[in-house]
Nanobody, 121 residues
Framework: VQLQASGGGLVQAGGSLRLSCAAS????????MGWFRQAPGKEREFVAS????????HYANSAKGRFSISRSNAGNTVYLQMDGLKPEDTAVYYC???????????????WGQGTQVTVSS
């Protein structure tokens, strides 16, 4: 599995960004796709996930109401739409994929290289 994240950048507080994750290497119908983030000096934390086949989603409390995860079957791409960004959203955002039934942090999880999101106040 190869994951290529893009779309990060510098934005003012209250602004929006859309992250993209291009997935390749296999079919993802039995996968859960997700986004994590890691701020300087902090541990990597879960942001959002989507069941590729069912389309069901889950969000961290910090993301609910502001972020939206979606996927495009045609392009094998997962998106994270981020609105109402806050300075505390500043982090490197990682795309991840794991077969259903396993944890992202298990040995079955695959990770992209990360994309930097910086929100200025």
């Amino acid at each position: 599995v190869q994951l290529q994240a893009s779309g990060g950048g510098l934005v003012q507080a209250g602004g929006s960004l859309r992250l993209s994750c291009a997935a390749s290497g296999r079919t993802f119908g039995n996968y859960i796709m997700g986004w994590f983030r890691q701020a300087p000096g902090k541990e990597r934390e879960f942001v959002a996930s989507i069941n590729w086949s069912a389309g069901s989603t889950h969000y961290a409390n910090s993301a609910k109401g502001r972020f939206s995860i979606s996927r495009s079957n045609a392009g094998n791409t997962v998106y994270l739409q981020m609105d109402g960004l806050k300075p505390e959203d500043t982090a490197v955002y990682y795309c991840t994929a794991v077969p259903r039934g396993f944890a992202f942090t298990s040995s079955f999880g695959s990770w992209g290289q990360g994309t930097q999101v910086t929100v200025s106040s």
